[in-house]
């Protein structure tokens, strides 16, 4: 039953807001008492805590099963935006991250440090890939690179309130982080991409 809970409280937190939905809300959206709720999280806070613990495991779940594919770094990188944009669809005007860091900075905090690591690996991975099948320079600095790309993503999670605007703003800095690299096959491929970018 935890493990229900969490898992309805993550899809709930993610489309409709971490500050919208209440326990009652989820009590009612499972069909169970308030009571049963307490029993397994004393307070709202830590469930949401344990909801974010997983949806940053199914995000890089996610993210290990589309670099398994074996695709080319740029087509992996729209990949993965686009699971993204898949899972965190949100019917709230407000980003959930942006009401996460707004209204529960704490919890906010404790998965940036998570982030940081598994998110730092992953760009990193993705920049020697492209280096390797020449889509990408071979003499960027790959560190400064990882932590530019690092810092624009979150502080757009972070800072933007509008879900909309993040969602566009994440494709713009996808674009300007790919170009920045880019050879001329490179920009061929990210061209081609930026044509249907699946928003």
């Given at each position: 039953?935890?493990?229900?809970?969490?898992?309805?409280?993550?899809?709930?937190?993610?489309?409709?807001g971490f500050k919208s939905?209440?326990?009652?809300?989820?009590?009612?959206?499972?069909?169970?008492?308030?009571?049963?709720?307490?029993?397994?999280?004393?307070?709202?806070?830590?469930?949401?805590?344990?909801?974010?613990?997983?949806?940053?495991?199914?995000?890089?779940?996610?993210?290990?099963s589309i670099v398994q594919?074996?695709?080319?770094?740029?087509?992996?990188?729209?990949?993965?935006?686009?699971?993204?944009?898949?899972?965190?669809?949100?019917?709230?005007?407000?980003?959930?991250?942006?009401?996460?860091?707004?209204?529960?900075?704490?919890?906010?905090?404790?998965?940036?440090?998570?982030?940081?690591?598994?998110?730092?690996?992953?760009?990193?991975?993705?920049?020697?890939?492209?280096?390797?099948?020449?889509?990408?320079?071979?003499?960027?600095?790959?560190?400064?690179?990882?932590?530019?790309?690092?810092?624009?993503?979150?502080?757009?999670?972070?800072?933007?309130?509008?879900?909309?605007?993040?969602?566009?703003?994440?494709?713009?800095?996808?674009?300007?982080?790919?170009?920045?690299?880019?050879?001329?096959?490179?920009?061929?491929?990210l061209e081609k991409h930026?044509?249907?970018?699946?928003?």
């Amino acid at each position: 039953m935890k493990e229900k809970i969490i898992a309805k409280a993550s899809e709930m937190f993610i489309k409709l807001g971490f500050k919208s939905i209440t326990m009652d809300d989820i009590a009612g959206e499972m069909c169970i008492s308030k009571k049963t709720i307490y029993k397994y999280f004393c307070n709202k806070e830590i469930l949401i805590e344990e909801s974010t613990q997983l949806l940053h495991k199914e995000v890089h779940e996610n993210i290990e099963s589309i670099v398994q594919q074996n695709y080319n770094a740029i087509e992996e990188s729209f990949k993965i935006r686009n699971k993204f944009t898949e899972m965190f669809q949100s019917t709230a005007d407000t980003s959930p991250i942006f009401q996460l860091k707004k209204h529960y900075p704490e919890i906010y905090e404790k998965l940036m440090v998570k982030e940081l690591d598994e998110c730092s690996m992953c760009f990193e991975q993705n920049i020697i890939k492209g280096i390797k099948d020449g889509h990408y320079r071979s003499d960027i600095n790959i560190p400064s690179y990882v932590k530019f790309y690092y810092m624009l993503i979150f502080s757009i999670n972070g800072d933007t309130s509008s879900d909309k605007e993040s969602k566009q703003l994440e494709l713009e800095a996808l674009e300007y982080h790919t170009r920045a690299m880019a050879t001329a096959k490179g920009i061929k491929e990210l061209e081609k991409h930026l044509l249907n970018p699946e928003i």
